[in-house]
């Protein structure tokens, strides 16, 4: 071998990386190609993996006449209690059978892509199947059939998908994205919900402190060293509101989640292990809800009169829910 043959040996052995990349394109895009490969399948495993932890239950929905519409419940069922909550607050299922729609969030998302998310009073009196009236949380008892039913045939709303989450499934998907951070106006306490925030101001919510603010009816809150209780129809206001405010704090932790793979595939696998949906939304349909925009809407409503509990349905809810984009009227399946 020549001294020149060694020297151009030497200076091709010691040339930088990037140098080797360009001059080599082939090899460089080939195993630029595997790579990728590789990352793909792992993500069609994972996410196959992920869409077999989804539960389903049969429903038949009748979509809106345009956009795209979510139904989110909250169920009461006491079949699954998250650890760390104050368990005499909840009962057991002997003493609390059945499910009731605890939370009912409706997130529509116009053609234009403008979303809107509404947060349903649990005491609204629809129409059931029978024509008789009906609280919407009773509704869940009869089944999710009945439950979407109703609020196509009361407020003609059309839907695409229903996803139901119960009390342990809440919780841990508020822990699995960190932790919720909402603003509390005074120090909140409800002893019937296991609720205690000692403390005003912005702060970072556990699942079960989160769980227990949406489940809060009767809230007290310390007001110039007192403590003031809510009233019947306000405990029912606020947590019909407090559902929407922790929804929407749980969609930007969910966002923030993006920039982080761990927390972001762990988010999604504690997620389909605890959802419900019916059999036409996947993983990437739940995954959408993370991108809806907007802040939560308390749907208007107006109290029942006399002693009785419930809300009633007025031109302002209506009005709203037109104004969401939901309106061309809806009858639900035979």
């Known amino acids: 071998m020549t001294e020149s043959t060694r020297k151009h040996g030497r200076h091709r052995a010691g040339r930088p990386w990037y140098v080797r990349m360009v001059s080599s394109p082939a090899k460089w895009w080939k195993r630029a190609g595997l790579v990728v490969a590789v990352l793909v399948l792992a993500l ?20 809106p006449a345009s956009g795209t519409t979510f139904v989110i419940v909250g169920s009461d069922s006491r079949a699954d209690i998250p650890a760390g909550t104050a368990q005499d607050s909840f009962g057991g299922t002997v003493e ?22 509404l947060s349903v009073p649990r005491d609204l009196i629809l129409r059931s199947a029978t024509g008789g009236p009906i609280r919407l949380a009773l509704t869940l008892d009869s089944g999710p059939q009945a439950l979407t039913d109703a609020l196509c045939r009361s407020l003609g709303i059309g839907i695409d998908h229903l996803a139901i989450i119960d009390f342990a499934g809440f919780a841990a998907v508020v822990d699995a994205v960190g ?12 002893k019937w919900s296991g609720l205690q925030l000692d403390t005003a101001g912005r702060q970072t919510l556990s699942g079960v402190q989160a769980l227990a603010l949406v489940r809060s009816r009767h809230g007290e809150q310390l007001i110039d060293g007192t403590w003031v209780a809510d009233s019947e129809a306000a405990g029912a206001g606020e947590r019909t509101r407090w559902a929407g405010v922790v929804f929407d704090a749980l969609q930007q932790s969910a966002r923030n989640a993006r920039t982080n793979p761990l927390r972001l595939q762990q988010l999604a696998w504690t997620g389909a292990g605890v959802l419900t949906t019916d059999d036409g939304t996947g993983v990437w349909d739940l995954a959408s809800l993370a991108g809806s ?33 939901i309106s061309g009227g809806c009858t639900p399946p035979a």
Not at 96 to 117: F, I, K, N, Q, Y
Not at 179 to 187: A, M, R, S
Not at 304 to 320: F, R, S, W
């Open 179 to 190: 932790g919720v951070t909402v603003d509390i106006p005074y120090p909140l306490r409800d």
């Open 293 to 325: 925009t907007g802040s939560p809407v308390d749907l208007p409503s107006a109290p029942l009169k006399g002693a009785q509990l419930g809300q009633v349905i007025t031109d302002a809810t209506m009005a709203t829910l037109e104004a969401a984009g």
């Open 96 to 117: 609390v059978p059945g499910e009731r729609a605890d939370v009912v969030l409706v997130v529509h998302t116009t053609a234009d892509g403008r979303s809107t998310t």
């Open 44 to 63: 069609v495993v994972d996410g196959l993996l992920i869409l077999g932890r989804v539960q389903h239950v049969a429903v038949r929905l009748v979509p």
